[in-house]
């Protein structure tokens, strides 16, 4: 009971940190680019998880969709690249970004690298980690317009219930699950939230947004 | 309890009212079915299939497809060799989409590449699809074919970071179409193709290809009920 209590209070200051504003950005290349449309290219992976960029990708369009931006379908991008020889997220990354928009017709690149994707377990408490660093670069400058990095880190709350083999056998069952099988997508799409979201330092609306050039970055 | 479902409650409200500005477009299960797909808890005839129910209920409730899903769904009728009909969905995305038009001017050519005969053939995405019947080639070569020495997965290309598509089994016989460095890309009983690593075949002696033709060759079935 003391642990879902715990665990809801955790999830409340997760959910109210999601907005709050860091500082602000400088805004004038991005303003000047005008991106309507956004190319999601396959993620780099600094993990040793492999499935991390794939898992990843299915999580970044809905977002900046919402946003207000054509986002060029990821599953189709990924695959053309693939049949282009661009297999390699690495080689995508170095490539030349007006190139990639050329084969596209976007406007904006959006590169992402995974830096964390992991799970460490203890005895008594489990921690996952997502760390990832975004950015967008404008078509016709090839500079980067915006860019972010997020960790986002979950640890099941290990509160004492004054039962200590109740506690250990909790935190043991928790880390049994999460090794079964680490959940690391909430954790992706909050670190997404992050940093999209905040007025500040996320993107500005886009042009199918109604708040397009009205939410103070333009 | 009660505090506990409040603050739940608090949570789900809060990290809705904090971020979301509630949802332009009505997604369906597009994220999930396409995480689904990559770790391969459903296959991609069920990815088409939940992609084109999300576009249908878009449709039928009057709200806009949301950017991109009638172009995922016609890239995979595209890879199921269904070319005419993904031309379809290329079209509707070119029309509700201008960003996309470029994209979209490029696939629907690809498609009418691969519709006119004298192109058929150059393709490995129609063998994939499993429609051996525009090309003609592969038939008249004698095919050449692998034993597996031991379990082993069939890789969609020839690296280990890329996704299985198939598995294979010891003593497996399977047809070898095509090599690059150290994998040799095999066809499969069921008609799949992918590649497999050279460490884990050797060439199978072929003193009764006729048996192991049979056995791995889907088109000799295929031809039955057309005679």
Same mark, same amino acid.
């Not at chain 1, 602000?24 to 492999?50: C, G, M, Q, W």
């Not at chain 1, 990095?149 to 039962?163: D, L, R």
């Not at chain 2, 005969?117 to 490995?124: A, L, N, T």
């Given at each position: 009971?003391?642990? &879902? ?51 990843? &990708? #299915? ?36 490539? #030349? ?26 005895? &008594? #408490? ?53 090794? +079964? ?11 997404? +939230? ?25 | ?50 992609? !084109? ?14 950017? *991109?899903?009638?172009?995922?769904? =016609? ?12 031309? !379809? ?15 979209? @001017? ?21 063998? @994939?699809? =499993?429609?051996? *019947? ?19 997965? /069939? ?8 996704? /299985?598509?198939?598995? @294979?089994?010891? =003593? ?16 499969? @009983? ?8 050279? =460490? ?5 002696? !072929? ?21």
């Amino acid at each position: 009971m003391r642990k &879902l209590v715990g665990l809801s209070l955790a999830l409340v200051v997760v959910a109210l940190a999601g907005c709050a504003t860091t500082g602000h950005k400088n805004y004038e290349a991005f303003k000047a680019a005008d991106p309507h449309s956004i190319l999601i290219v396959p993620v780099v992976n600094r993990t040793t998880n492999v499935d991390a960029p794939d898992y990843f &990708l #299915s999580t970044v369009t809905i977002p900046l969709a919402e946003k207000g931006y054509y986002v060029f379908p990821v599953n189709l991008v990924k695959r053309s690249l693939e049949d282009d020889g661009l297999s390699d997220a690495d080689m995508v990354h170095s490539a #030349s970004t007006a190139k990639l928009c050329g084969l596209f017709g976007s406007d904006s690149v959006l590169y992402v690298s995974i830096e964390r994707w992991d799970a460490r377990w203890a005895l &008594l #408490s489990t921690t996952v980690t997502v760390g990832l660093s975004y950015a967008i670069k404008d078509c016709k400058t090839e500079q980067v317009i915006w860019e972010q990095k997020e960790t986002m880190v979950y640890t099941p709350q290990g509160s004492n219930s004054g039962n200590v083999l109740g506690d250990l056998i909790a935190d043991v069952v928790t880390a049994a699950i999460a090794k +079964a099988a680490p959940n690391y997508m909430p954790l992706a799409i909050q670190a997404n +939230a992050r940093a999209f979201q905040p007025a500040g330092t996320g993107i500005p609306a886009g042009p199918y947004h109604g708040l397009y050039k009205k939410d103070g970055y333009y | 309890m009660d505090i506990v479902r409040g603050l739940i409650l608090l949570a789900v409200l809060s990290s809705m009212a904090a971020c979301a500005t509630g949802t332009k477009y009505q997604w369906g299960t597009y994220n999930t079915d396409l995480y689904k797909y990559y770790s391969h808890s459903i296959t991609q005839e069920e990815l088409a299939r939940r992609l !084109q129910i999300a576009i249908q209920r878009c449709e039928a409730d009057g709200k806009i497809v949301p950017p *991109g899903l009638y172009a995922e769904y =016609g890239y995979l009728l595209y890879e199921a060799g269904q070319y005419e009909e993904a031309v !379809q969905f290329f079209q509707k995305e070119n029309d509700k989409w201008p960003e996309s038009r470029p994209l979209m @001017a490029k696939m629907i050519r690809n498609c009418k590449t691969k519709t006119s005969p004298d192109q058929g053939s150059k393709s490995s995405k129609i063998e @994939a699809a =499993g429609q051996e *019947g525009l090309n003609p080639a592969s038939k008249t070569v004698l095919p050449a074919y692998l034993v597996v020495l031991k379990s082993a997965n /069939i890789r969609e290309k020839a690296t280990t970071n890329c996704r /299985i598509v198939a598995s @294979a089994k010891k =003593g497996d016989q399977i047809q070898k179409i095509d090599e690059s460095g150290a994998w040799c890309k095999v066809k499969l @009983a069921s008609g799949k193709t992918g590649w497999i690593s050279k =460490g884990l075949v050797k060439e199978a002696v !072929q003193t009764s290809p006729e048996a192991g033709a049979k056995d791995v060759h889907p088109e000799s079935k295929d031809k039955e009920p057309q005679r």
